[in-house]
């Protein structure tokens, strides 16, 4: 077997992500992982893909906005590489406006979007009425309608990656040596790991429950925001309602009364899913860096290495352009991170 030019640790989205941009580039990759594609937070049930709201600018909003405008053809490449779907759209999402307070920022934020997102998506508001029985109570209706957010299963992503990487010649391996150039995209262990190291912390996990409710008519519709919960329908027939977020916990994938809220609130603050029986209930640890930004460049501890971390609620939407910004590094050494990226953020 040849030689590869890089080695990825991890087979989260970043590792999958970084490791697709950089096989298309013609470079050698190996991902290495004990537990397999999509084994952490990246096998996660929600996929919300939202933005920033459009306003109090900066490098993170700017680059995930990017990367949601890449997003379509990031993943239509990968689709068409290993014939599998993504369960990507752009769909859009629906909020609702509950207060002349809410509307007034509502407005302030639309003329903001017109300038920000660059006439390539809309944040708009809305009548209720005009989204259908598929739409959150509003105590005003109205709502917000933004056609920059989008939804992907994120199994589905994966399982998507790890196919066109196949089809490229690239295969998950459960061990290995480094060879090449090394990635690290080990999640929130690799943050505790790396906290460990230096002696100071960097980042940690954010534990997560989510759950997956069977509700077909709903397929093609936005995804829906309120009460702090996000409503994603996808593809498949379901529809995903999520999440928790917890510092402190004993076991990392169990479900509990936490989850029983979030099924409750949901169904409260939606009507239209009361009787939607529930498929399946899932927790997982999402890598928060200490930053609240994604972790990526060089390495902090190993020389010549590099790392990609951190990805958090957003690690889905960052991805198509992390995957791109770090081949440039790695493959080219072209350096285009924001500062607010770099591993030196989570570092004080």
């Not at 991890?10 to 096989?23: N, R, T």
């Not at 399982?159 to 391996?173: F, R, T």
């Not at 809220?261 to 949901?266: N, Q």
């Not at 690690?315 to 992390?322: H, N, Q, V």
Request: charged share 20%; hydrophobic share 45%; net charge neutral.
């Amino acid at each position: 077997m040849a030689m590869a030019d890089i080695t990825i640790y991890g087979a989260g989205i970043f590792g999958l992500s970084i490791a697709w941009a950089c096989v298309q580039r013609g470079a050698k990759v190996r991902v290495i992982d004990p537990n397999g594609a999509g084994s952490g937070s990246s096998g996660g049930v929600v996929g919300a893909l939202a933005p920033h709201t459009p306003e109090n600018w900066n490098d993170k909003k700017q680059f995930q906005f990017e990367s949601l405008i890449m997003a379509a053809d990031f993943w239509r490449a990968v689709e068409q590489a290993g014939g599998k779907s993504a369960g990507y759209a752009r769909s859009g999402r629906l909020q609702p406006l509950n207060d002349a307070r809410a509307i007034d920022l509502a407005k302030a934020r639309s003329e903001n979007a017109r300038t920000l997102w660059q006439d390539l998506a809309r944040f708009e508001i809305i009548p209720a009425k005009q989204a259908g029985s598929w739409a959150p109570m509003s105590e005003t209706g109205l709502l917000i309608h933004d056609t920059l957010s989008g939804r992907m299963h994120p199994r589905m992503a994966c399982a998507a990656l790890v196919a066109a990487l196949a089809a490229k010649g690239c295969h998950i391996a459960p061990e290995g040596a480094p060879q090449g150039r090394l990635i690290e995209a080990t999640g929130w262990r690799g943050l505790l790991q790396l906290s460990q190291d230096m002696q100071q912390p960097v980042g940690n996990g954010v534990k997560g429950q989510a759950a997956v409710l069977d509700y077909h008519a709903a397929a093609d519709a936005p995804q829906l925001f309120a009460d702090a919960l996000h409503i994603i329908p996808h593809a498949n027939g379901t529809v995903a309602i999520g999440s928790t977020s917890e510092r402190e916990f004993d076991d990392p994938f169990s479900t509990d009364a936490q989850l029983d809220d979030v099924v409750s609130r949901a169904k409260h603050a939606f009507p239209i899913l009361k009787d939607a029986p529930v498929l399946e209930r899932w927790a997982g640890v999402r890598p928060r860096a200490k930053s609240r930004a994604p972790m990526i460049g060089h390495h902090p501890t190993r020389e010549g290495a590099f790392i990609a971390n951190g990805g958090f609620k957003i690690g889905f939407g960052m991805a198509p352009k992390i995957a791109v910004v770090m081949a440039d590094l790695v493959l080219e050494g072209a350096d285009s991170i924001p500062d607010g990226f770099r591993p030196e953020a989570s570092i004080r």
